[in-house]
C-alpha cells in the first residue's frame, strides 16, 4: 500500500471539516505508515503531508473504492501520479468520506472503470492479446 508521511497542522484541521479529512495511511497488515490530511477536491483525491508535495489521485483514475468500519480505501489506476496500486487510511469519518466521494463522482457522472491489464506474451501479435480487463495483482507503493 502506499505510505505516507505527517502532515502539517493536522490539529487544525477541525473533526467534522466538510472536504478535510484526518486520516492515517495503513498497510496490508493494518500498521500505521504516517499521518496526513485526505482532501475532496472538485476534480481529486489531494494527500497533503508534512515531508512530501500533495499527492493527488483525480477522479477518473479511481477504479474503486470502500470503506469498512473506520478504514477508507481505494485503488488507483496506472495514469495515476502514484501509478496504480491499494491504498488505505484509518479515518474517524470513514463513512462520511466515502459518502462525499460518492456524491462527487454522481454529481460528475464520473463511472468507476477498470482498466484492462494485458498481459503480453513475447510471442503474441497485437490481435491475438486478450482484451478482458482483468483485476491486477500487483500493489504500488508511494
Not at 53 to 66: E, F, I, M, S, T
Not at 116 to 137: A, F, G, K, S
Request: hydrophobic share 30%.
Amino acid at each position: 500500500m502506499g505510505s505516507c508521511c505527517s502532515c502539517p497542522g493536522n490539529e487544525s484541521v477541525p473533526d467534522n471539516h466538510q472536504s478535510k479529512f484526518k486520516v492515517i495511511n495503513v498497510d496490508d497488515d493494518g500498521n500505521e505508515l504516517g499521518a496526513g490530511i485526505m482532501e475532496l477536491t472538485d476534480t481529486e483525491l489531494v494527500l497533503h503531508t508534512r515531508k512530501r508535495d500533495a499527492v493527488k489521485w483525480p477522479y477518473l483514475c479511481l477504479r474503486r473504492y470502500g470503506y469498512d468500519s473506520n478504514l477508507f480505501s481505494f485503488e488507483s489506476g496506472r495514469r495515476c501520479q502514484t501509478g496504480q496500486g491499494i491504498f488505505a487510511f484509518k479515518c474517524a469519518r470513514a463513512e462520511e468520506l466515502f459518502n462525499m466521494l460518492q456524491e462527487i463522482m454522481q454529481n460528475n457522472s464520473i463511472s468507476v472503470v477498470e482498466e484492462p491489464v494485458i498481459e503480453r506474451n513475447p510471442h503474441q501479435t497485437d490481435l491475438e492479446v486478450p482484451r478482458t480487463p482483468r483485476t491486477p495483482t500487483s500493489k504500488c507503493c508511494l
